[in-house]
């Protein structure tokens, strides 16, 4: 199978290359759907963190976490996911 390309202008004059993908399109050597899967688990990890930041003391008590724990989990950084969150991809 043979892959085409397309050239977009960008402003510098220059031109990008865009290579259709199984996966979406490829602008500059990045998939795009690889892309977009990582920035919404980055997000879903992030919105589960402020999630646990708000149980009340007596749900905490029923899973085994302290509030240190919790607090601890919150504040880590956005793009620190759990290795067993990340797919083969990263």
Request: net charge positive.
């Given at each position: 199978?043979?892959?085409?390309?397309?050239?977009?202008?960008?402003s510098?004059?220059?031109?990008?290359?865009?290579?259709?993908?199984?996966?979406?399109?490829?602008?500059?050597?990045?998939?795009?759907?690889?892309?977009?899967?990582?920035?919404?688990l980055?997000?879903?990890?992030?919105?589960?963190?402020?999630?646990?930041?708000?149980?009340?003391?007596?749900?905490?008590?029923?899973?085994?976490?302290?509030?240190?724990?919790i607090?601890?989990?919150?504040?880590?950084?956005?793009?620190?996911v759990?290795?067993?969150?990340?797919?083969?991809?990263?």
């Open positions: 199978m043979q892959t085409t390309s397309q050239s977009i202008p960008q510098s004059g220059q031109r990008m290359r865009v290579f259709p993908t199984a996966g979406g399109a490829r602008f500059a050597g990045v998939e795009f759907g690889k892309l977009f899967a990582q920035i919404e980055l997000l879903r990890v992030r919105r589960e963190r402020r999630q646990l930041r708000q149980l009340d003391p007596r749900l905490m008590k029923d899973l085994g976490l302290s509030q240190d724990m607090e601890r989990e919150g504040s880590r950084s956005f793009f620190d759990p290795n067993n969150r990340k797919d083969h991809s990263w």
